[in-house]
């Protein structure tokens, strides 16, 4: 690999252009290269490529009260021989990818991943990714879907279809994880983003938007995005608030949307910066801007984590795909909308969690703790969000939503038998109110057998007044003890 001359960029995301850039001395080693920089979730950690001692190695440095710290290498004790770059980070803060050829390579370059173990403060041996990701060809510069599900990385362009004056060429290509456990072949994206000289993918926190760069004529590479819809992958544009004369490349976002780093070189006629990190007083990634970081950490009633999965709708609007994740989730939604996320997992109840960022107008982080009950006899599900119109048993035209998660639920449970328990507050007399709750229930039960649930697992019942679970005494008191609630009797 052809040895670059690069910076790091740190920058804010809220001015829409490019500001003043400082020296970050702490990290600069002004006779060495700082390349392919990874910041990680939570902007505590970053990581990049270096060959400060001769050899291409990983490095990292840790925010501190002061700043970032001294940069160490964390694959300590490689051979003199050994090649190891293009670090990036998972969602969860502790996986990182990366490529090089270490033990287990195939024949040239290969894609690596490890973990980081807090209690010891280091990485562990680096792991080779199985066949059909590595082969005897090049595969570099790996990045991770949020899900952990999806993995982008590039392999070589055929030699005659590089630009004039482009160093490397490469294609973006991704593989995705199946049901049991094993990678798909890579496969490459699309003509729109592969055209001409390409490389450096990074997936967003979002998890949609693509941030790779192309090599410009008469320049050096610039940054593109592409995000992916119903109707697939976008057209790539350039993102021209950060695009200069200058290479551009290696995009990394923290998943709240505050911090981002990126790597920047010299241009074709060598005219630059010389190797050093900087950071920006402001700057805009408008494809990064305007998001909510969220973490979900999901476990049992023993405390132990577990493998979920977790469906968001937004307000109004269709449920996204469902992504599995282990033990915690991070990824982020869109500001100034309204989402309801739905947890899962096989043999266990859900828990929705209402997020309203609709007013939401600066980077910020929402972190939840589910706890899911494994299913069993008497086990109660508050069904949040089902409400009614005022003293009616008609359901409201918002509980759309919760309806679909209870009736996929059932309908994968079809071993329980639950009754439908509909409760109301204190207000009215007590005869009215069990009225209205029986009636209630009764809706709940007609809505799930429509959307396909068995009429023979169902039961309706409404307790009226009789079962509150807190003081009647205030509004949110009330509000609480107006509820609808699954209780299953037999499993």
Aim: net charge negative; glycine share 8%; with cysteine.
């Amino acid at each position: 690999m052809k040895t670059p001359v690069f910076l790091l960029i740190i920058l804010a995301l809220s001015i829409p252009a490019l500001a003043q850039v400082t020296p970050l001395a702490s990290i600069d080693d002004p006779d060495h290269s700082e390349y392919s920089p990874s910041i990680s979730p939570d902007g505590r950690t970053l990581v990049f490529q270096s060959e400060k001692n001769g050899f291409w190695r990983i490095y990292a440095s840790h925010m501190t009260d002061l700043g970032w710290g001294d940069a160490y290498e964390i694959f300590p004790g490689l051979p003199d021989s050994v090649f190891v770059g293009g670090p990036s980070f998972g969602a969860d803060g502790k996986t990182l990818v990366f490529f090089g050829d270490m033990e287990g390579s195939f024949g040239s370059l290969d894609i690596f991943y490890a973990t980081y173990d807090s209690p010891s403060k280091s990485w562990s041996t680096p792991a080779h990714f199985p066949e059909p990701i590595n082969s005897a060809d090049y595969e570099g510069f790996p990045a991770i879907s949020p899900s952990g599900n999806t993995l982008y990385f590039v392999v070589d362009q055929d030699q005659e279809e590089m630009a004039p004056g482009a160093e490397e060429c490469y294609r973006i290509v991704m593989s995705e994880k199946m049901v049991d456990g094993n990678w798909s072949k890579p496969v490459p994206l699309p003509d729109k983003i592969n055209e001409g000289c390409v490389g450096y993918p990074r997936i967003m926190p979002d998890g949609e938007t693509l941030i790779f760069s192309r090599f410009e004529a008469e320049k050096k590479e610039d940054l593109f995005a592409s995000v992916y819809t119903e109707n697939g992958w976008s057209d790539p544009r350039a993102i021209e608030a950060v695009n200069t004369e200058l290479a551009e490349k290696m995009v990394s976002v923290t998943y709240d949307g505050s911090q981002a780093v990126y790597s920047r070189g010299k241009d074709l006629n060598g005219v630059g910066p010389e190797d050093m990190i900087v950071q920006l007083a402001g700057n805009s990634l408008g494809e990064v801007a305007g998001w909510v970081g969220v973490r979900i950490d999901v476990r049992d009633e023993s405390g132990k984590e577990l493998g979920s999965t977790i469906a968001i709708r937004e307000q109004g609007g269709a449920t996204l795909k469902p992504e599995a994740f282990e033990g915690s989730y991070t990824g982020r939604l869109r500001a100034g909308k309204e989402y309801l996320l739905t947890i899962t997992a096989p043999g266990y109840d859900f828990k929705t969690i209402p997020v309203d960022i609709s007013h939401v107008t600066a980077p910020e982080t929402r972190s939840y703790e589910v706890t899911l009950q494994s299913i069993k006899k008497e086990l109660t599900i508050r069904l949040d969000d089902l409400n009614f119109d005022y003293n009616s048993a008609s359901i409201s035209d918002t509980a759309g939503a919760i309806l679909e998660i209870a009736a996929i639920f059932l309908k994968e449970n079809t071993n329980v038998k639950v009754e439908i328990s509909a409760h109301t507050d204190n207000v009215g007399s007590p005869g009215f109110n069990l009225d209205l709750s029986n009636r209630r229930a009764a809706s709940v039960v007609e809505a799930l057998v429509a959307k396909g649930v068995s009429p023979e697992t169902l039961i309706a019942k409404g307790y009226g007044e009789t079962k509150p679970v807190t003081e009647n005494e205030t509004e949110e008191g009330r509000a609480r003890n107006r509820r609808v609630e699954f209780r299953i009797l037999e499993k």
